[in-house]
């Protein structure tokens, strides 16, 4: 049976109905799309842009051993659990109405830990996201868990690093160490912890007993960020100074210095291959290199403020990118193409934002104008408005695509086709 289409209008006398046939429909409701969301006419309106994840800047981003969940946090003070790929928010978690500054998921997926600059580390359960309660009057900037999962470090404003049980939440170990330490990472083998500071410097100790092993300088202002390669073998740290750095370990020697950010690097992360390296910070962009070369790939454009925090995918496969302007972008990799998959929050997005939401395998999917639909979804919003807007929109599905328009409320109306 061929479908039918309708045409619904809203004229001053009430509503029309009468039949259209399919091309003209799926034709008028892609124009009405693009007007819908923000664009001009003809002009095919971009996935992700103007969508919010948080109200504050994304301060903090993981992906589970698996891949099929990202946190975030944020300074609203809130943890986010996004499936993946599909984007679905699936749990908001109040954590510190202070600010979230680091997360972290645990090798076995079982639990989260945030991290708060003015109330210490949070441990939560997975998925169910159950509280225990945090350590006070910490000012923790910086997490780490070891492969076992039995050892979690933290690095805060106070000069130490500090190692817990992260089973029992038990503390186990402070070391007096530099200024402010920002970034933490351990080894593959769970033997070396490295630590970068304010006075801009980075460190490696022997884990477990936390015995310094050797001081790495070269870098002229703040270790904001470190991350070590799957193989064990190579240390990235990110610094103020507008560089990366790579070294070798465990001796810690100096490889090359790489250059080409125009501002503070505030992340970084390696790919687990080895092969990839991306940087992030000011100038509002992300960085990519191939290691172990550090030639420079790519510049990922997008966010309109500084980029604060990275994570790649445990495939290798997509890199999320956190920033103060509240949105989280995903992006393909190796490439760096920006993902069609939006990570959007109804509740914190504004009234100049639409999207479209679909349902599939139980889950409820919110995106941005122009995002795909994938095969066996159901959609069932095309105007999705912020948490001020009053839009009155019905669902136009052409095929596996959303459309994107909304009811203006004049009295000429507007035009809505549904597939019968």
């Not at 240390?235 to 990366?244: E, I, M, P, R, Y």
């Amino acid at each position: 049976m061929k479908p039918e289409i309708y045409a619904i209008q809203r004229g001053r006398s009430g509503w029309k109905l009468s039949r259209r046939e399919l091309a003209a429909a799926a034709a008028a409701a892609g124009a009405a799309a693009m007007l819908g969301c923000g664009g001009t006419e003809g002009e095919k309106p971009g996935p992700c842009k103007g969508i919010a994840a948080h109200e504050k800047r994304v301060r903090g981003l993981a992906f589970s051993p698996d891949g099929k969940l990202l946190v975030s946090g944020s300074d609203d003070g809130s943890l986010k659990l996004w499936s993946m790929p599909g984007g679905a928010l699936t749990n908001t978690l109040k954590a510190d109405s202070d600010g979230v500054s680091a997360v972290a998921i645990s090798p076995g997926g079982r639990m989260l830990v945030s991290g708060s600059r003015y109330h210490g580390i949070t441990r939560w359960a997975l998925p169910e996201g159950t509280s225990t309660p945090s350590s006070q009057q910490r000012s923790v900037i910086a997490l780490a868990i070891s492969p076992d999962g039995r050892l979690l470090v933290t690095g805060d404003e106070n000069k130490s690093i500090e190692f817990w049980s992260l089973q029992t939440g038990a503390q186990l170990k402070t070391l007096a160490t530099h200024p402010e330490v920002g970034a933490v990472a351990i080894s593959p083998d769970g033997k070396l912890l490295v630590s970068g500071s304010w006075d801009k410097t980075i460190k490696l100790w022997s884990l477990p007993a936390g015995k310094e092993i050797k001081t790495l300088t070269g870098h002229t202002a703040a270790v904001r960020a470190v991350a070590i390669s799957a193989d064990g073998r190579l240390l990235a740290s990110g610094s103020w100074d507008q560089t990366v750095k790579l070294w070798s370990l465990p001796d810690g020697g100096l490889l090359r210095n790489i250059e080409g950010h125009a501002g503070n690097v505030n992340a970084i992360a390696i790919s687990p291959d080895g092969k990839l390296l991306a940087s992030a910070g000011a100038g509002n962009i992300v960085k990519l290199w191939s290691l172990p070369g550090g030639a420079p790939l790519k510049t990922l454009e997008g966010h309109t403020g500084v980029v604060y925090t990275l994570a790649i995918s445990p495939d290798g496969r997509l890199l999320a990118s956190g920033s103060e302007d509240k949105s989280i972008k995903l992006w393909s990799l190796p490439g760096g193409e920006p993902s069609p998959t939006c990570l959007m929050d109804l509740e914190v997005s504004t009234t100049d934002v639409k999207g479209i939401r679909y349902t599939r395998d139980g889950a409820t999917y919110t995106q941005g104008c122009g995002s795909p639909v994938p095969p066996g979804a159901v959609c069932t919003c095309n105007c999705v408005p912020g948490k001020l807007c009053s839009c009155v929109s019905v669902c136009a599905c052409v095929g596996h695509t959303c459309s994107c328009v909304s009811n203006s409320g004049g009295g000429g109306g507007s035009h809505y086709w549904h597939p019968n």
